[in-house]
């Protein structure tokens, strides 16, 4: 049984995913499975994953009908058999150090999941972005991780146990923050969270990707995605304790709600509790701020004047 289980989703990603895989397979520690998930691929990247299935024998291919990222993690989830897993888009690469440095790490450590810090690439540079330093364990390392800017599957080794026990895995009902709907989960789950303060994944940030492209769609499954890990977190008794930054973020998702008055319902329901913490947000504008705590003040009067007048200025 191989030490760790690599999954990569692959849909469409001919362009980068010999990038991907050739990272993957350069590692400097060897055992581990890498399993490519073909989510249905039009292009050639199906045959690209066959490929190297036949020239190496760590490497399994799963062909599914496509089902969206989602889905293709899962089905890398059912079908892993290492002791850990770790999670690579099919459009980013890792250093060659990545799996022995993490593994590494959690032995010293006895952690049940080890994170990095990365580069987020474009096609002009490589900027160096530092991950949350998990200080603290338990709930309040959760709640501080909650309020950093990005929480992310990949640039992590994790104990596949923690999805074995749990039995959690992505909603499929979303397209965005489908990811940090599981991580929060799991890392609740996690005794143990360590970190490397090193970049050892390289994040491809493309143009055309969705997390440039926000629309109603993604906007819908981040105010989703909140609700239900407030949920989570009211039935598991660590609200209290995550209130804030759930706040902060709920704000930050439902900003755009505050300007058309007949979505005003909507942002006072999304998450309730954020009223508390407006002016302390550091996720929104002054502007918003006071749109927000009028609104939430019974002043609903002043926000929509307030929209008027914006909309008259076209701003």
Request: glycine share 6%; proline share 3%; charged share 25%.
């Given at each position: 049984?191989?030490?760790?289980?690599?999954?990569?989703?692959?849909?469409n990603?001919?362009?980068?995913l010999?990038r991907?895989?050739?990272?993957?397979?350069a590692?400097?520690?060897?055992?581990?499975?890498?399993?490519?998930?073909?989510?249905?691929s039009?292009?050639?990247?199906?045959?690209?994953?066959?490929?190297?299935?036949?020239?190496?024998?760590?490497v399994?291919?799963?062909?599914?009908?496509?089902?969206?990222?989602?889905?293709?993690?899962?089905?890398?989830?059912?079908?892993?058999?290492g002791?850990?897993?770790?999670?690579?888009?099919s459009d980013?690469?890792?250093?060659?150090?990545?799996?022995?440095?993490?593994?590494?790490?959690?032995?010293?450590?006895?952690?049940?999941?080890?994170?990095?810090?990365?580069?987020?690439?474009?096609?002009?540079k490589?900027?160096?972005?530092?991950m949350?330093?998990?200080?603290?364990?338990?709930a309040?390392?959760?709640?501080?991780?909650?309020?950093?800017?990005?929480?992310a599957?990949?640039?992590?080794l994790?104990k596949?146990?923690?999805?074995?026990k749990?039995?959690?895995?992505?909603?499929?009902?979303?397209t965005?923050?489908?990811?940090?709907?599981?991580?929060?989960?799991?890392?609740?789950?996690?005794?143990?969270?360590a970190?490397i303060?090193?970049?050892?994944?390289?994040?491809?940030?493309?143009?055309?990707?969705?997390?440039?492209?926000?629309?109603?769609?993604?906007?819908?499954?981040?105010?989703?995605?909140?609700?239900?890990?407030i949920?989570?977190?009211?039935?598991?008794?660590?609200?209290n304790?995550?209130?804030?930054?759930?706040?902060?973020?709920?704000?930050?998702a439902?900003?755009?709600?505050?300007?058309d008055?007949?979505?005003?319902d909507?942002?006072?329901?999304?998450n309730?509790?954020?009223?508390e913490?407006?002016?302390?947000?550091?996720?929104?504008?002054?502007?918003?701020k006071?749109?927000a705590?009028?609104?939430t003040?019974?002043?609903?009067?002043?926000?929509?004047?307030?929209?008027?007048?914006?909309?008259?200025?076209?701003?």
């Amino acid at each position: 049984m191989p030490k760790i289980s690599v999954i990569v989703p692959v849909y469409n990603a001919e362009k980068y995913l010999n990038r991907c895989i050739d990272s993957i397979l350069a590692q400097t520690f060897g055992d581990f499975e890498l399993l490519l998930v073909n989510d249905g691929s039009t292009d050639k990247s199906g045959s690209i994953c066959d490929a190297y299935a036949c020239q190496d024998s760590r490497v399994r291919v799963l062909h599914k009908v496509n089902g969206g990222v989602s889905s293709a993690r899962n089905n890398g989830l059912d079908n892993a058999k290492g002791e850990w897993v770790i999670f690579v888009d099919s459009d980013d690469w890792i250093d060659s150090h990545f799996v022995k440095k993490m593994l590494a790490k959690a032995l010293d450590e006895n952690a049940d999941i080890v994170m990095c810090d990365c580069y987020f690439v474009t096609k002009d540079k490589n900027v160096y972005h530092k991950m949350y330093a998990w200080g603290k364990q338990g709930a309040q390392g959760v709640s501080e991780y909650i309020s950093t800017t990005w929480t992310a599957m990949w640039g992590s080794l994790q104990k596949r146990s923690l999805y074995v026990k749990s039995g959690y895995r992505c909603p499929l009902n979303i397209t965005y923050c489908e990811d940090f709907h599981l991580m929060i989960r799991i890392c609740c789950e996690a005794m143990v969270i360590a970190k490397i303060d090193e970049p050892l994944y390289y994040y491809w940030q493309q143009d055309g990707s969705i997390v440039h492209n926000q629309n109603k769609k993604t906007e819908a499954d981040e105010q989703w995605v909140y609700l239900d890990i407030i949920r989570f977190f009211k039935e598991r008794g660590l609200y209290n304790i995550m209130k804030r930054p759930m706040a902060w973020r709920s704000l930050k998702a439902c900003g755009e709600l505050l300007l058309d008055q007949n979505l005003f319902d909507r942002f006072i329901e999304i998450n309730p509790d954020k009223k508390e913490y407006i002016f302390s947000s550091p996720t929104i504008g002054i502007k918003l701020k006071i749109m927000a705590w009028c609104l939430t003040h019974g002043l609903r009067p002043v926000t929509s004047m307030i929209v008027r007048v914006r909309n008259i200025l076209g701003r």
